[in-house]
């Protein structure tokens, strides 16, 4: 057999050290070098450039920060809080927050360190962990979402059956969302699927090239059972849950504008509702948002493997915020997540009354669990007695 010497090399052929090049080089450079040829005149994918990878590695350290920060700050808040830690709905938060925080301690760092490095550092065993890890880790994050969407549909649209949502229950509900995870992760160690390095040679997650029929069938059901299943599940809890907050309002809107100072309660929760309700469906909307170009690149990748390098790396790198995502959901949208965080970082709340809102009426300090509601006050025979207010505590069981 003949063995063809390395002299005659095509010159069109770069070296290894060219693909990783000199940052003075790289900047010269497409974004993705794509235009190599072998010898037989076909076009080779030689991966993405030093100057690439280590943009990567930046903005994926960008993302470990706000990840850490913000999930972070959900702990601290509801952990120092004896109210919310004492609400066993909020221990999916924790869980939530905890995954989160996880991906960043035991599966980006392989991959940072490797985009630095412009290459991966480390051996196969470690690539089958990372992409393990991370995917279970992810995996878990999602099925919690699912479960804090069903808990809002008991908690509004079945408000009798809310009582069985106890801490008990929530345990065994959490528990169930790492044992759903770990059989959908542990498969492809037993060899129903794969892990396999990504096309951006500094990252590992699921095999999407191999077409054996036992690796399609797994990937197929992986798409279904762990994405489509879970928006299907939160898009119709919300759907159920948004009508019955839009009834909840148009009944209190009937009930004209002179109400008792006991229905009090009732305005406080329709309108704890309404804002728990907005934050957990702005969440779904980032996780759907945040996952869905991943989703179609890889399924589309399943029966079509000749795609380029950034339309299958980009959206795996911006699946990878998901982590840093839920933190700013609550920042954006839940006033008392906002002064709490406040606190947390050391910042002197008072005066910051368009966070709080109403100033109490007897003058005490207002805790961001506490709302100001005004009522019109009646005497016993009905006669109007113009309008008072009381000082309530929040009725959401989150935040």
Not at 18 to 39: D, P, Y
Not at 74 to 89: A, E, M, Y
Not at 116 to 139: E, H, K, P, Q
Request: charged share 15%; aromatic share 14%; net charge positive.
């Amino acid at each position: 057999m003949n063995v063809p010497t390395t002299t005659a090399m095509d010159p069109h052929m770069p070296s290894w050290e060219s693909i990783f090049n000199s940052s003075e080089n790289a900047s010269s450079e497409s974004i993705f070098n794509t235009t190599v040829f072998s010898n037989d005149t076909s076009p080779v994918d030689m991966g993405p450039s030093a100057a690439t990878l280590r943009g990567v590695a930046l903005y994926l350290t960008f993302v470990g920060l706000c990840a850490v920060s913000g999930n972070t700050t959900v702990l601290t808040i509801i952990l120092r809080d004896k109210k919310l830690r004492s609400k066993p709905h909020n221990h999916l938060l924790i869980a939530l927050a905890f995954c989160d925080l996880s991906i960043m301690f035991g599966g980006y760092p392989f991959t940072i360190i490797s985009a630095f490095s412009g290459r991966w550092m480390f051996n196969d065993a470690i690539c089958t962990y990372s992409g393990f890890f991370v995917y279970f880790v992810s995996l878990t994050s999602m099925n919690i979402l699912v479960a804090i969407c069903i808990f809002r549909y008991v908690m509004i649209c079945l408000p009798g059956k809310s009582f069985l949502l106890t801490a008990k229950l929530t345990r065994y509900t959490i528990f169930a969302c790492f044992a759903y995870s770990f059989f959908w992760t542990a498969t492809p160690l037993v060899g129903w699927g794969a892990y396999a390095m990504e096309p951006f040679v500094v990252s590992c997650s699921l095999d999407w090239a191999k077409h054996e029929m036992t690796d399609v069938s797994y990937l197929v059901a992986c798409i279904f059972f762990c994405y489509i299943v879970h928006i299907a599940i939160m898009v119709n809890c919300y759907r159920h849950i948004s009508r019955t907050v839009k009834q909840l309002a148009a009944r209190d809107r009937q009930r004209g504008r002179i109400v008792l100072e006991d229905e009090m309660h009732y305005r406080s929760k329709v309108a704890d509702d309404q804002q728990v309700t907005r934050m957990c469906f702005l969440v779904v909307i980032v996780f759907s948002f945040v996952w869905a170009p991943y989703t179609f690149v890889c399924a589309v990748h399943i029966f079509y493997q000749d795609m380029p390098i950034y339309l299958t790396a980009l959206p795996t790198l911006f699946a990878k915020t998901s982590c840093m995502m839920n933190p700013l959901v609550y920042f954006l949208t839940n006033r008392s997540f906002r002064v709490k965080a406040f606190e947390v970082f050391g910042c002197n709340c008072n005066g910051m009354s368009n966070i709080v809102g109403v100033e109490s009426p007897n003058g005490h300090q207002m805790e961001p669990s506490e709302v100001v509601r005004k009522f019109d006050k009646l005497s016993k025979d009905g006669v109007y007695l113009g309008q008072d207010k009381i000082v309530m505590e929040k009725s959401s069981t989150m935040f």
